[in-house]
């Protein structure tokens, strides 16, 4: 059974994208079709704000993005060595939370200390950190629209036919991708099961009036890959 999984793939140690992996386990055949091209703001403004650890609470990592984000800083303004030499060590005295064990992996290897890993999703981590500690600020980054959406979708569709399941993973996603999608499945559409990685894309899908057949427990593939497998079950659902 062939399933859509709106993303980039990325590949794991093994070499392959871990969300086909799992899904393949099930003996559904996934697809990944990137929805988004991400462009980096405020970098200059992001390194300074790296350089000033006494100035924060502490840092959000709220996708393997913002950790990408974070390397280019140091390597295009030549902090590495001052980060090994101090700024690493000053922000580990700090709470540094993270989106999910993706994150939390990719954050260790920059030599920070995570948690709140296990919070499941940016809601749940978000009532974490306000238990923890008052916010001051954030940095924001914003992603733009992937100008070959509207190309790939087309191409998936006249060569694997309507999938039985597509997947969202952000309300932006959803947002570039639903009227191409509306129009390709046409009047196939009610036979798609719609998933969501987490519940605020879960509640963007059921504000676009799509039924929302799985709202993985977990951003991790292993969670998806389930809820997908149950929800295609005949009468399932998760």
């Not at 295009?76 to 993706?102: D, H, I």
């Not at 039985?164 to 309300?171: E, G, L, R």
């Not at 099961?193 to 963007?204: M, Q, Y």
Request: charged share 20%; aromatic share 8%; glycine share 8%.
């Amino acid at each position: 059974m062939k399933v859509l999984l709106l993303k980039d793939a990325k590949e794991d140690d093994c070499g392959q994208d871990p969300y086909i992996r799992e899904l393949g386990l099930y003996g559904l055949e996934a697809t990944l079709i990137p929805v988004l091209s991400f462009e980096f703001l405020s970098l200059p403004s992001f390194s300074e704000k790296l350089s000033h650890p006494e100035d924060y609470g502490g840092l959000i990592f709220t996708s393997p993005r913002a950790v990408e984000a974070a390397q280019l800083c140091l390597e295009k303004n030549n902090k590495t060595e001052v980060w090994e030499r101090s700024l690493k060590e000053k922000w580990n005295a700090k709470s540094v939370y993270v989106v999910g064990n993706a994150t939390a992996s990719l954050v260790s290897k920059i030599g920070l200390d995570t948690e709140g890993e296990t919070c499941g999703n940016a809601e749940k981590l978000a009532e974490y950190i306000c238990s923890r500690i008052a916010m001051e600020s954030v940095t924001v980054y914003q992603t733009i629209p992937h100008p070959g959406i509207q190309g790939n979708l087309n191409s998936y569709y006249s060569q694997q036919g309507v999938p039985a399941s597509i997947t969202f993973f952000s309300p932006s996603g959803l947002t570039y991708s639903l009227k191409h999608i509306q129009e390709l499945s046409g009047d196939n559409i009610d036979q798609i099961k719609f998933a969501a990685i987490g519940p605020t894309t879960a509640r963007a899908l059921a504000a676009q009036g799509l039924p929302v057949s799985c709202t993985a427990e977990s951003p991790t593939p292993q969670a998806l890959a389930t809820g997908i497998r149950k929800a295609l079950q005949p009468h399932g659902c998760c």
